[in-house]
């Protein structure tokens, strides 16, 4: 069969599988009826619900503004396919074409699209995760349990970790009055995403609201009591907090385990993929029915010098699916390639942060608009003399303008006068971001290297 | 009814918040909070919010898309 007539009959009659039923599945399996795919499209998840978005879990709905269970994604169209929920896919046949699932069932497909996402990087201790009152956030049903805990009102809550979703915790935490301290590995929040200049000013965001927060300090163990509740746990500084619920924010870990010895490229640090979101084998050798999107993907980004980004960003789950979807059934010179600029959003404290770019590459940080200690500001990271990324806090207005200036390559620091800038923007200053070589838990951008003049590994550790 | 509001795109106008406020709130001066399923009663205020948003952020579930009315869907496991 000619190439055109196989493109014409997959569109028509094929059979495209989707594991991973969350947002970046939903938006796939949308795109695909959008663009004129008629034949049997199956959506494979684990988890027993209808997409549903996650963003919500860590603010409104532990604010009690919104119901963990009503978080459900909203339809774009009538999609005419076949779900298997509350079923894991655990093996993959890449010459049969098939996927295994837990219930012993196989599904045939002609193309597949992985989706499977992360999962929230386990404590290291399995005893102590037994305890009453140890919780992670990642699923629907983590927040409902944390929710209720939080409306019991316990004598304290203990954030293990300050990322983004420890700090939107701890934020939560204390709009609704409760003690919170919070325990961070790293010198300041938000130290692996934003730097330690950034990541200063969300330090005080966390002592002005109330917090505990503890810096260069790790927890090493929790402590129960007889009944096997929750009683305290040991800093790495020798002291103890009395607390009765601890919550878990070291970052999250790649769903691949079930690709082991497929030959498919996948492991720890999810799957790599082409930039057309064609998976990488095992071999370097980019397949041309398997492909990849959203959290569990790793794929090279001009702009950023063909490194692979594996990106935990909610608009790059939708963005990367639509293209995987329409690279899945289109031609190959009618294929599109995945340029999405990084951005994403995080609400704590009142306050709203947002960046563009890949912050994490930024060596230089150069104060441009508002004032650090206002809380009010725009920062713009340099690289090799380069704009590379931007961040707001409250002031979003101006971050669409720092984008178009990473996608032209953008001298930094930027020659031009910019409103509102103060003498503490006049000189860039070093971003602060960790010695790579260090473990930390969670930067939300894995810069993993991958150009033929620079390659480099990121240590990722296996525990927190 | 589903909502959802593409946070990348809001600009924090608060349009939104002043046509439907009990499923949009602002917090603090730019974070917009909303709650993604919104009593039916509210189906007019939101529709109203959504065709304002001057960065057209807020998506709306259409009516005919919803799984359970979604037209010859099969099965729902
Ligand atoms: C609490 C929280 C707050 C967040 N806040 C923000 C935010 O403010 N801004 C932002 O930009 N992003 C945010 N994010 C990130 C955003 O939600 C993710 O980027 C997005 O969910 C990624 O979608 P995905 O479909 O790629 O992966 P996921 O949503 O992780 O979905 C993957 C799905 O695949 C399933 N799965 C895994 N393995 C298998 C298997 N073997 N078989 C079948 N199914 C499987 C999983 O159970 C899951 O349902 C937040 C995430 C969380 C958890
Ligand atoms: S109207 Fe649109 S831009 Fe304004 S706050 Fe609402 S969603 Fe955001």
Redesign the pocket.
């Known amino acids: 069969m000619s190439a055109d007539g196989y493109l014409e009959a997959l569109r028509r009659k094929g059979r495209i599988v989707i ?7 939903l938006r796939a399996a949308e795109t695909l009826r959008e663009q004129g795919f008629t034949g049997s499209l199956t959506l ?4 027993r619900y209808q997409p549903y978005d ?2 919500p ?2 603010k409104q709905v532990l604010l009690g503004r919104a119901a963990a269970e009503h978080t459900a994604l909203p339809r774009h169209s009538a999609l005419n396919a076949q779900w298997r929920l509350g079923v ?2 655990t093996g993959l046949d890449m010459s049969a074409k098939r996927v295994r699932l837990a219930d012993g069932e196989e599904v045939e497909y002609d193309r597949l699209l992985i ?4 999962r929230a990087r386990p404590w290291p201790h399995p005893q102590e995760v037994e305890l009453d009152g140890v919780f992670t ?2 699923t629907r049903d983590d927040t409902a349990q944390l929710y209720r805990r939080l409306a019991a009102g316990p004598r304290r809550v203990l954030v293990i970790g300050a990322g ?2 420890g700090s939107e915790i701890a934020s939560a935490c204390r709009e609704r009055d409760l003690p919170v301290t919070v325990a961070e590995r790293g010198a300041a929040p938000l130290v692996g995403a934003l730097g330690s200049v950034v990541g200063e000013v969300a330090a005080t965001l966390h002592r002005d609201h109330g917090v505990d927060l503890r810096c260069g300090v790790m927890v090493t163990g929790l402590e129960g009591d007889p009944a096997g509740r929750l009683r305290c746990a040991h800093l790495s500084d020798g002291s103890t907090v009395d607390t009765d619920v601890a919550v878990i924010c070291l970052g999250a870990t790649r ?1 691949t385990e ?1 690709l082991a010895g497929s030959g498919l490229g996948a492991g720890p640090r999810g799957i790599a993929c082409d930039a057309g979101c064609r998976a990488f084998d095992v071999r370097g050798i980019v397949t041309d029915d398997v492909f990849v999107a ?3 993907a790793r794929s090279p980004h001009p702009l950023f010098g063909y490194q692979f980004l594996s990106l ?6 939708v963005a990367q699916a639509e293209i995987a979807a329409h690279n899945m059934i289109s031609a190959s010179a009618d294929r599109r390639p995945h340029l999405w600029v990084p951005a ?3 609400s704590q404290f009142g306050v709203n942060i947002k960046s563009v770019g890949v912050p994490p590459m930024g060596e230089q940080l150069l104060v441009a608009q508002g004032s650090l200690t206002e809380r009010r500001f725009t920062g713009v990271y340099g690289c090799q003399g380069r704009v590379i990324a931007a961040v707001t806090f409250d002031q979003t207005k101006w971050l669409e303008f720092y984008q178009r200036l990473i996608e032209s390559a953008a001298p930094f620091p930027p020659s031009f006068r910019t409103v509102d800038r103060r003498a503490e923007g006049l000189e860039p200053v070093a971003a602060g971001f960790p010695d790579p070589s260090l473990p930390t838990h969670g930067p939300t951008v894995t810069v993993s290297g991958y150009s033929p003049t620079d390659r480099r590994i990121t240590f990722t550790p296996a525990h927190a | 009814m589903r909502l959802v509001v593409d946070l990348n795109r809001c600009q924090g106008y608060a349009q939104c918040a002043f046509l439907a406020p009990d499923v949009f709130t602002m917090h603090g001066d730019e974070a917009l909070l909303y709650d993604p399923h919104a009593d039916d009663t509210q189906r007019e205020q939101v529709r109203r919010a959504a065709t304002a948003c001057p960065v057209q952020a807020i998506l709306v579930e259409d009516q005919d898309a919803a799984p359970a009315s979604a037209k010859g869907a099969r099965d729902v496991r």
């Open positions: 594991v991973g039923a969350s947002l970046a599945g494979i998840g684990d988890e996650r963003p879990l860590s894991a896919a989706t499977t996402g992360v956030l990642r983004f979703t769903n079930w959203g959290d569990v935990e960003h909610w608009g790059n789950a994403f959003w995080s």
